[in-house]
């Protein structure tokens, strides 16, 4: 078994002239939290719709836990769980609808035991029998989360999972994902603007500008590389704007 | 006199832009173009058919179509107007409110010194001129087309009597473009939106003349009247309650009076009542109903 | 293969407890059910019109004709045509909507995000459109023979019931072609409203205005009551006459022949008895006059389901994703 959870090699995603990726190459090992940061229309939504199979790359090379994007796809898909932004479900079906369908979807032996877990997880009980057209986002963002990892997986690949929630929801989907990491060995790799949050629950992050990778570091190693800086954000822009002190 | 303006010149340009009005026209323009000949082929076998059997001694009626006006062959466009031009008017009517609720510009305008009811009307008026438009082209496609199958120009009453029949049915598009805008106001998403109205036009088109005339849906796309039902309570009753909404079947028989159908019977001052009491409620229905909900979410 | 059972479970839950759908399906009931009450209604009158004539008659010292037979399957003709109108419009929407709601939210990035085979998920969507609407139209002709049973007061006979399950096998047949020719389109266009767009259009020209061009070059549709009788022609020499105006005939019927819609209606009304000239005809007969309708029906709506499972793939419904 790889230790990278994540391994891409020249990656590159054109879109007609348009270049979404430009030769990424990005390693991430397992057990790791990793936040990928990047402007609006850097390429993180497309890296992750690359990493998780959902596009293919145009050029280049990419394995999630070992299991080559191209040629194992469907092998990928068995060891991923993904949490779009702005997760939606069906409606017209109840919570446990939704993740039995999605369940027995993903192949999961005993799905209404496994639901019962992962509610547990995601400390989100007694909403099962409600339909999902009346949940709020906060509760649709723990329901993503709990579709996500139903089947168990060893990579979790998270698009902006903060992205309008209140502060609470915010602190509750950190918690989540701390203890998905530290307590199951569950590697996590998300999209996000908010850098407060990458500070609170990141082990290490990269920089995307333009479709290529500008940054990567541990963030113990970034915060100790900047000491100038007393933020994350402030590093951020300092990178971002090509004038790293 | 600006908000009318910016309105009006706003409503226009987004309607030409979108796609789905794009290709009702381009079909409804083409089935315009279309009736002239349509109508000139069916009147030239139906002679043949009556000399055929004059020779063969079959009949010794005389030929129902001896003197046809070159309105007959604008007849068929009565029919592309209830069936095309209403889905168009719904469609442009739905997508005109649709638009700012789904792209949430109309914060922005009602955060400005706009009054809702002004801002609907001046959408209304700016859909309203835009069909306008489209129904003068299609006339005026129709006349030629017309010339075309019959090798002369209409004389300048029967082209009169053409253009009266799209200001007729000007009227009688503009409950549909308020169909379409109320429900793309008050509904719940864009699907539903477009849906329901076209539902309302099945019902209004093709069910209500059956409660009242039993007539065949199918029957109602042919521009020749169906035969009046047999007398009864029921039907009498029916046709009473049925017929002045019936309003396609108000406009069929208004407009073949104006094209002088021989078949028409009574006057087409009724049925312009029911059509100009439609065009008023319409519109108030709008006005009143419409400016409480313009800032509703729309989901999906 | 599995994985497809699990996506037609979850598509039929979905649609049981769409109240949109709901509303169609009852409406579409509703209609037919009144073109039902309106048909024994107006037969009702034709009835007592007939008895009075003849009663007028006996007391002038004639002898009138025997009274117009009662076909109650003829009852069903608005009934039909209503399915065909509004039916296939309504099977526009529930396929449409089979695609938008899944391109609408995010659902089709958790689905694809799953080890799914390549066609699973059209095969789930076909699968429950094809459950769905066999249920439906189950329903709407037991709604269609209760009505023609209680409400036309008339008498069916195992005949009549083997033609009703014959005309529901043709409906059925018309609205899976209508739902996956829309399903079709949403899976291909990258906006959902453009394929939308595009079906209602097709919905249009092939429902309402291939039939009608036909329908108005009928000679005989030149005139209220028929341009023949206006003649006194009778059915024999109208046919004769119309030999000569073979090539006119051919080419108006080809006009019609192009739209699923006629091919429908021509089978469904023989069927039933509805068109004069099959009424009380065997089912063999009726079956060799016009096989050809029913099979062009089913081809077309074995072509949409080919289009269907070719189309609605990761690659075309992902198009979009950035």
């Known amino acids: 078994m790889t230790d990278m959870a994540i391994q891409i090699t020249g990656l590159v995603k054109q879109y007609g002239e348009k270049t979404a990726l430009e030769q990424l190459t990005l390693s991430v090992p397992r057990g790791e939290i990793f936040g990928l940061l990047g402007h609006n229309g850097a390429g993180k939504t497309t890296a992750v719709n690359i990493l998780t199979t959902l596009l293919p790359p145009s050029s280049g090379t990419a394995s999630v836990a070992g299991r080559d994007i191209q040629t194992q796809p469907a092998e990928v898909r068995r060891v991923i769980g993904y949490l779009p932004e702005n997760v939606q479900f069906y409606d017209n079906l109840t919570l446990h609808e939704n993740l039995m369908f999605f369940a027995q979807l993903s192949g999961v032996q005993h799905p209404a035991a496994r639901i019962r877990v992962v509610l547990d997880i995601v400390d989100f009980p007694g909403h099962e029998r409600e339909r999902m057209g009346?949940?709020?986002?906060?509760?649709?963002?723990?329901?993503?989360?709990?579709?996500?990892?139903?089947?168990?997986?060893?990579?979790?690949?998270?698009?902006?999972?903060?992205?309008?929630?209140?502060?609470?929801?915010?602190?509750?989907?950190?918690?989540?994902?701390?203890?998905?990491?530290?307590?199951?060995?569950?590697?996590?790799?998300?999209?996000?603007?908010?850098?407060?949050?990458?500070?609170?629950?990141?082990?290490?992050?990269?920089?995307?500008?333009?479709?290529?990778?500008?940054?990567?570091?541990?963030?113990?190693?970034?915060?100790?590389?900047?000491?100038?800086?007393?933020?994350?954000?402030?590093?951020?822009?300092?990178?971002?704007?090509?004038?790293?002190? | 006199m600006s908000v009318w303006v910016a309105t009006i010149r706003q409503e226009t340009v987004a309607a030409r832009r979108e796609r789905l009005p794009q290709f009702l026209l381009v079909v409804f323009m083409a089935m315009i173009a279309a009736s002239a000949f349509i109508g000139s082929a069916a009147k030239g076998t139906v002679t043949e058919v009556y000399q055929e059997a004059v020779r063969e001694g079959l009949t010794s009626a005389p030929n129902p179509f001896t003197t046809i006006s070159p309105l007959y062959y604008a007849r068929n466009t009565v029919i592309y107007i209830i069936l095309i031009a209403a889905l168009l008017a719904i469609v442009i009517g739905a997508q005109s409110t649709l638009r700012d609720r789904r792209a949430r510009t109309i914060d922005l305008v009602l955060s400005r010194d706009v009054p809702p009811v002004k801002y609907l009307a001046a959408k209304l008026a700016g859909t309203g001129l835009l069909l306008l438009?489209?129904?003068?082209?299609?006339?005026?496609?129709?006349?030629?087309?017309?010339?075309?199958?019959?090798?002369?120009?209409?004389?300048?009453?029967?082209?009169?009597?053409?253009?009266?029949?799209?200001?007729?049915?000007w009227l009688f598009l503009i409950p549909f473009v308020t169909l379409g805008m109320l429900n793309g106001i008050r509904c719940a998403t864009a699907t539903s939106g477009l849906l329901l109205p076209i539902v309302v036009w099945s019902i209004v088109i093709f069910i209500l003349p059956l409660l009242g005339t039993a007539a065949h849906p199918v029957s109602l796309l042919n521009p020749v009247s169906k035969s009046a039902p047999a007398e009864s309570r029921f039907f009498e009753l029916t046709s009473a309650l049925t017929g002045p909404l019936s309003l396609g079947e108000q406009f069929k028989s208004t407009t073949a009076l104006i094209l002088e159908d021989p078949q028409a019977a009574g006057t087409a001052e009724g049925g312009l009542l029911v059509i100009l009491g439609f065009f008023i409620a319409a519109c108030l229905a709008l006005l009143m109903a419409g400016p409480n909900h313009m800032r509703r979410e729309l989901h999906g | 293969m599995a994985e497809v059972g699990v996506l037609c479970r979850k598509e039929l839950k979905d649609l049981s407890r769409s109240r949109a759908i709901a509303m169609l399906l009852v409406f579409l009931s509703a209609v037919i059910l009144l073109s039902v009450l309106v048909a024994a209604a107006d037969y009702r009158v034709k009835l007592a019109e007939y008895t009075a004539y003849a009663d007028a008659l006996k007391a002038a010292g004639g002898s009138p004709t025997p009274p117009p037979n009662l076909f109650p399957l003829q009852m069903l003709r608005a009934g039909i045509e209503y399915l065909e109108i509004v039916g296939g419009l309504f099977a526009v929407i529930l396929g449409y909507g089979l695609v938008a709601k899944e391109k609408g939210s995010n659902?089709?990035?958790?689905?694809?995000?799953?080890?799914?085979?390549?066609?699973?998920?059209?095969?789930?969507?076909?699968?429950?459109?094809?459950?769905?609407?066999?249920?439906?139209?189950?329903?709407?002709?037991?709604?269609?023979?209760?009505?023609?049973?209680?409400?036309?007061?008339?008498?069916?006979?195992?005949?009549?019931?083997?033609?009703?399950?014959?005309?529901?096998?043709?409906?059925?047949?018309?609205?899976?072609?209508?739902?996956?020719?829309?399903?079709?389109?949403?899976?291909?266009?990258?906006?959902?409203?453009?394929?939308?767009?595009?079906?209602?259009?097709?919905?249009?020209?092939?429902?309402?205005?291939?039939?009608?061009?036909?329908?108005?070059?009928?000679?005989?549709?030149?005139?209220?009551?028929?341009?023949?009788?206006?003649?006194?022609?009778?059915?024999?020499?109208?046919?004769?006459?119309l030999t000569h105006f073979a090539s006119y005939e051919t080419g108006r019927d080809f006009v019609e022949q192009t739209s699923a819609t006629k091919q429908y209606e021509r089978a469904v009304f023989a069927y039933l008895g509805v068109k004069s000239q099959y009424n009380q005809m065997p089912l063999g007969a009726v079956w060799d006059a016009t096989s050809h309708n029913s099979l062009w029906l089913l081809g077309t709506s074995v072509f949409t389901v080919a289009a269907a499972f070719l189309s609605t793939t990761r690659e075309t419904l992902l198009r979009k994703l950035p």
């Open chain 1, 134 to 245: 009346t949940f709020s986002k906060g509760m649709r963002q723990r329901a993503g989360i709990a579709q996500a990892i139903l089947h168990e997986p060893e990579v979790l690949f998270l698009d902006e999972p903060t992205s309008g929630l209140d502060p609470q929801g915010v602190a509750t989907l950190r918690n989540i994902i701390i203890r998905l990491n530290r307590e199951l060995g569950v590697t996590v790799f998300m999209n996000t603007h908010l850098l407060g949050e990458v500070t609170r629950t990141c082990t290490s992050i990269g920089i995307l500008s333009a479709g290529e990778l500008i940054y990567q570091d541990s963030i113990a190693a970034t915060m100790n590389s900047f000491p100038g800086q007393d933020s994350l954000e402030e590093i951020y822009l300092s990178i971002a704007a090509g004038t790293p002190s």
């Open chain 2, 133 to 169: 438009f489209i129904l003068a082209v299609a006339a005026l496609v129709n006349i030629a087309c017309i010339a075309v199958a019959i090798g002369s120009f209409p004389t300048p009453a029967q082209a009169a009597r053409i253009l009266a029949l799209f200001g007729v049915a």
């Open chain 3, 107 to 241: 659902t089709l990035q958790l689905l694809f995000t799953r080890p799914l085979g390549r066609h699973a998920f059209a095969g789930g969507k076909i699968l429950a459109t094809v459950i769905v609407w066999l249920v439906v139209v189950v329903a709407l002709f037991a709604v269609i023979a209760l009505a023609v049973l209680l409400a036309g007061r008339a008498q069916l006979g195992g005949q009549d019931f083997l033609r009703l399950a014959i005309a529901a096998a043709h409906t059925w047949v018309y609205f899976i072609m209508w739902s996956l020719l829309a399903l079709t389109l949403a899976s291909l266009t990258r906006q959902p409203a453009s394929g939308l767009v595009l079906a209602l259009v097709l919905w249009l020209v092939i429902v309402l205005v291939i039939p009608q061009i036909g329908d108005t070059m009928d000679p005989d549709n030149q005139i209220p009551g028929g341009f023949f009788a206006s003649l006194q022609i009778d059915r024999t020499n109208e046919k004769a006459l």
